[in-house]
């Protein structure tokens, strides 16, 4: 494999994997169609989206209508494979090496661009992140109306492309247009670095997207803001990030010396993913709700599982089953952070930058949208 790249270059030899995988997939799609692609693609990948994408718990194939679980299917009665919203160890089989993939090739992209100043880039992305969040509330507003109205105000299978895990792929290609426009403008002369074009680029996204689901929340039924609940979401994820940034600072100074402030950026992503998950699993009522929001992740429906199950039911009642979610998400950040040391960043800066770019999407992303789907009720 390494002859391959020294011979051909990095670049070829990515290009024609994502290739090959993306024609012998849909080569063996459609030559084994009910294995390849209902019993493995729909099921565990395209069938959550649709279910996902109409607020349903449960859809059926039923010979390729996708509908929800009929009573058929719910009695036992062979309609096909089903499909729930969410994720599995299966789908996560195939996201994850996806992402690296795309990991990789955005590697390649900043070396062939010959981008520099990798924290500067780094704090320019912080707003996009906070914009997939955000976008991905939008398709929970579109849920919301599907349960109002009957009908999608964003039909599949373009709202597909607002759900996880196809979102991270949607905020990519954005995020990536934006860094290209931003080195052209910074090569040309226009700005004194890129950083600022795609800092503002991310801005304008952000701000336009919290802008739409402002006007959902001002002037459609199906939707209300719970100003509290933001706030305290935010309070409470900067209280924590705090105090976990003194305890390192004072206990293993250390442990921070490879990432700098980004190490504040990581541990705040985390803690916003994790009070948002506390507020919302076991709080949204305290804040005006009808009822709290239900786990959509394998891990957080775990820690709330096993949380209940340990904590006696008079203890739980007073303080929750999610609390533990978020001490797990500020550890997780220290470990990360503990992970990129100084050598990490001087042996290869572009991998580092770019992993600690993963490791805060997938901590405020989600964190972002728990939040926001419970500030405006969707």
Known sequence: MYDYVER?????????????????????????????YVDLIWQYYWGPVVADAHGWACVDWAGGAEMECSEAAQAGEDTGPTA???????????????????????????????IERYRAGFYALFPFMLFGGALRTVEDANVAAYRDTGELAIELPWSGFLISPLIYFTVFFIALIALVVSVWLDRRGHVSGYEYPLAGIGTVLLAGT???????????????FYPWLLITTLVGATVATWLTWVAIKRFAPDIN???????????????????????????????????????????????????GSILPADIAAVTGQAWPFLFVKLAAAVVVIW???????????????LLMITVVAVGLGPGTRDMLRATFGV
């Open 8 to 36: 051909y270059g990095p670049v070829r030899v990515w290009a024609v994997t994502v290739l090959v995988l993306v024609v012998g997939i849909t080569a063996a799609a459609l030559a084994f169609p009910q294995r390849v």
């Open 84 to 114: 729930s919203p969410g994720y599995t160890f299966v789908s996560y089989a195939g996201y994850v090496p996806t992402l690296i993939l795309l990991l990789v090739g955005i590697v390649l992209a900043g070396r062939r661009f010959e």
């Open 210 to 224: 919290l802008g739409y689901l402002g006007w959902i929340a001002a002037f459609e039924p199906y939707a209300t």
């Open 257 to 307: 010396r490879g990432t700098r402030n980004m190490g504040l950026v990581v541990i705040w992503a985390h803690a916003v993913d994790g009070v948002a998950n506390v507020i919302g699993l076991d709080w949204a009522v305290a804040f005006g709700h009808d009822q709290n929001l239900v786990p959509k992740h394998p891990v957080n429906e775990a820690i709330v599982n096993v949380t």
């Open 339 to 353: 992970i990129f040391d100084e050598t990490v960043f001087e042996d290869s800066p572009r991998y580092a930058m």
